[in-house]
């Protein structure tokens, strides 16, 4: 039996409780589709900070290397430890140290889900680029504290990183729709923002069967409001990303169901799965979170694990779930029935 080892990273608030309901979901998946799934989970989160004074180890990232994959819940507790600590020290290096450089986030609207758009058929696939780019943290601050003070913060794109990402987005757009629109803003930022567009230009020419198109940043987050059915790959730096993935999850009805896989096309590095959303403190004890961005962000690890059946099994559970109109709206059903719905249309 094939046997995949996960490194579990809860987190904090509903990370935990979310991450618990992947899992459930992961196991029966595992015994039904015939793999076998060892966890081993981190305590790794603000209140392990709060203890030890790091979000993780040292020799963290050497521990998690010699996983399959990695399954985070959230990261973060701002009444405690500052994001900028906690997110720094936890999430954002992993996505770096493992160059996990393609961050895939899918926009569609669930069966029964009801968005706050009149469309319902759309089917967006956004890539973002998760290693450089707006994220780079090239900078520093001088004359902290006085009215001199300068903050400098440099964005860095570099032709292998623009490179790699928009060739992962032309290689995604041939197993879909075949169109790739690149999202830059090359009319303001007339550096690396030309030299984004230029690469989509070259890379264009040895996709001559994917449709391209160039879109400015703000169009683009237009677009996905009046007319997100003309959309299938959407690719986008670290920020742009970043932005469009929350205006994603808005129009596929919320947060509660954007998942997410940051991936290591080389396999060079374990890949990390994990719902968009983030903590959520305000209904952390509430047991209110919606599992199902957090268990189609599992099935989309065991895509990637070379588990495309079981995957598809677990969305097409979600799917039926959602049918039945359990967990579409906030707060109406509990985590755990979801997960039990979700469970019940996997047995
Ligand atoms: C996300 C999150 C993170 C990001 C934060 C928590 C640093 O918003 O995964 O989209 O900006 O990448
Ligand atoms: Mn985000």
Redesign the pocket.
Known sequence: MKTYSIALIPGDGIGIAVADAAWKVLEAASRKWKFELRATSFPWSCAFYQQTGAMMPEDGIATLRGFDAILLGAVGWPAEVSDSVSLHGLLLPIRKAFVQYANIRPHRLLPGVEGPLKSRDFDILCIRENTEGEYSGAGGRVHVGTPDEVAVETSIFTRNGVERILRFGFEQARLRRRKLASVTKSNAQKFSMVFWDEITDKLASEYPDVEVKNYHIDAMAARMVMAPESLDVVVASNLFG??L??LGAAIQGGLGFAASANINPDRSAPSMFEP?H?SAPDIAHLGIANPIAAIWSAAMMLDHLGEPAAAADIIASIEKATTGGIGIKPGNNKTHEITEAVLAALA
Do not use: A, L, M, S
């Open positions: 970043d932005i993935t929350d968009v983030g």
